[in-house]
T-cell receptor
Framework: AQSVTQLGSHVSVSEGALVLLRCNYS??????LFWYVQYPNQGLQLLLK??????LVKGINGFEAEFKKSETSFHLTKPSAHMSDAAEYFC??????????????FGTGTQLKVEL | GAGVSQTPSNKVTEKGKYVELRCDPI?????LYWYRQSLGQGPEFLIY????????DSGLPNDRFFAVRPEGSVSTLKIQRTERGDSAVYLC????????????FGPGTRLTVL
């Protein structure tokens, strides 16, 4: 079984400030981890993913995340927030894909607000 | 290229009615998923198709929900005797093949049951 916990349903930052969105996971198998972003009335867009290899992964729009197995975490960061980053962010976990299937289990999301 | 498309974008129905929601995956993608996103929640898995067959339907909440993918491309999610609690955004995603890891999501269908 797998689960995801996103701490903070709402996060507010000033434009230019560091963005930190927290994600902790639980998985009985080696996890694959994802961050998706959802803009209003749009589908989910993949920001970045960790499958194997380097634990620090870089994604689109200047976001990055680090897989820390010892902490079961995959926090999302961006050094400098931009107004266009305002959206809802979802962390998700799945197992490996060798067996096919591998549905995503999502957290409840974090709404990011960026203020001037 | 074209992404995942879903129709209709919005559907309003009355309690007890039958609805069908359609998903067109990215061309050539063999894996297709349905998720349901209730207000204020993350998406929840409903069903997964590999080709024409439902490989995992463990997320379907009850027997009022059914999905098909007869030719291994377009999929239809069918809900019988709709209830107000079925109101949600229904998301479809596709993945290129079993060995790849990224699911691409459509814009969703917002279902409102009155």
């Amino acid at each position: 079984a797998q689960s995801v916990t996103q701490l903070g349903s709402h996060v507010s930052v000033s434009e230019g400030a560091l963005v930190l969105l927290r994600c902790n996971y639980s998985s009985s198998v080696p996890p694959y981890l994802f961050w998706y972003v959802q803009y209003p009335n749009q589908g989910l867009q993949l920001l970045l993913k960790y499958t194997t290899g380097a634990t620090l992964v870089k994604g689109i729009n200047g976001f990055e995340a680090e897989f820390k197995k010892s902490e079961t975490s995959f926090h999302l960061t961006k050094p400098s927030a931009h107004m266009s980053d305002a959206a809802e962010y979802f962390c998700a976990v799945s197992g490996d894909f060798t067996g096919g299937g591998n549905k995503l289990t999502f957290g409840t999301g974090t709404q990011l607000k960026v203020e001037l | 290229g074209a992404g995942v498309s879903q129709t209709p974008s919005n559907k309003v129905t009355e309690k007890g009615k039958y609805v069908e929601l359609r998903c067109d995956p990215i061309s050539g993608h063999t894996a297709l998923y349905w998720y349901r996103q209730s207000l204020g929640q993350g998406p929840e898995f409903l069903i997964y198709f590999q080709g024409t067959g439902a490989a995992d339907d463990s997320g379907l909440p009850n027997d009022r929900f059914f999905a098909v993918r007869p030719e291994g491309s377009v999929s239809t999610l069918k809900i019988q005797r709709t209830e107000r609690g079925d109101s949600a955004v229904y998301l479809c995603a596709s993945r290129e093949r079993a060995s790849t890891d990224t699911q691409y999501f459509g814009p969703g269908t917002r279902l409102t049951v009155l």
